[in-house]
Nanobody, 129 residues
Framework: QVQLVESGGGLVQAGGSLRLSCAASGNIFKINELEWHWYRQPPGKQRALVATIFAGDGTDYVDSVKGRFSASRDDSKNTVYLQMDNLEPEDTAVYYC?????????????????????WGQGTQVTVVS
């Protein structure tokens, strides 16, 4: 069983910065082959994808945060980060991390398939003007 624990949210003035962290615990086989995602849900709106960091360390961002947000991963610590700079009131939301993908264990070990789709508890980010 995998658990994701988020931290780093809070209240910040417009133009300020925050750094979110999300740490995974439990048995995760070949975490370097899984994808990390950051989602956010503003009040009264649906949850939406913000950033992806791929197994090969490539990244993708929604247009509204490009140039301001930067995602990174440290697989030795089972942790993903989201650095948020030049924050705007429109960034106010609950932010969620997600770890997703499939890995395989091959012979000579006993063959096995491992599937992951785990979510953090959410952390509140509030930006005031």
């Amino acid at each position: 069983q995998v658990q994701l624990v988020e931290s780093g949210g809070g209240l910040v003035q417009a133009g300020g910065s925050l750094r979110l962290s999300c740490a995974a615990s439990g048995n995760i086989f070949k975490i370097n082959e899984l994808e990390w995602h950051w989602y956010r849900q503003p009040p009264g709106k649906q949850r939406a994808l913000v950033a992806t960091i791929f197994a090969g360390d490539g990244t993708d961002y929604v247009d509204s945060v490009k140039g301001r947000f930067s995602a990174s991963r440290d697989d030795s610590k089972n942790t993903v980060y989201l650095q948020m700079d030049n924050l705007e009131p429109e960034d106010t939301a609950v932010y969620y991390c997600n770890l997703r993908g499939t890995t395989w264990r091959d012979p000579p070990a006993r063959p096995a398939k491992f599937e992951y789709d785990s979510w953090g508890q959410g952390t509140q980010v509030t930006v005031v003007s």
